[in-house]
């Protein structure tokens, strides 16, 4: 997650990073996963409740060496079957809008581009999608 934080960081100098405070993600039922290849870690991705028929998309990433492979198309697809395994009805997520690798994956999976959600509100460079289940 630091990389993801660095990567960000530097697309969007001076904004604010939605990250997850760890102790909240966990008490809300959040779900994290790590996507592996041999011994190294390559990306990860989670979900948090939002609602009881909503969860938000948070913390996806695939280190830039192994991108482009299918790696997040994988791990965005493992979050959305848990998200129906739990009976949400639907994903939201927010994303830059400088970062089209995102905004082309989510936009392929079915996702729509709506208006900010609370988290994001007053945030510029944000883009929030929301896919039903």
């Known amino acids: 997650m630091r990389e993801l934080d660095v990567e960000i960081a530097a697309l969007y100098p001076g904004s604010v990073i939605s990250g ?9 039922g959040g779900y994290f996963v790590i996507a592996r290849q041999g011994n ?9 409740p939002v609602n009881e028929e909503s969860v938000e998309i948070k913390r996806m990433f695939v280190r830039p060496d192994v991108r482009r492979r299918g790696g997040a198309r ?35 999976e079915g996702y729509s581009q709506i208006p900010e959600f609370p988290g994001c509100l007053g945030i510029p460079v944000s883009r929030c999608y929301m896919k039903r289940c």
């Open 20 to 28: 997850i405070d760890e102790a909240d993600f966990e008490s809300s």
């Open 40 to 48: 190294r870690t390559i990306g990860c991705g989670g979900f948090r």
């Open 74 to 108: 994988l791990i965005l697809r493992h979050l959305e079957e848990e998200v129906r395994r739990r009976g949400f009805r639907s994903t939201v997520l927010e994303t830059g809008c400088d970062n089209a690798g995102a905004i082309a994956l989510y936009e392929s």
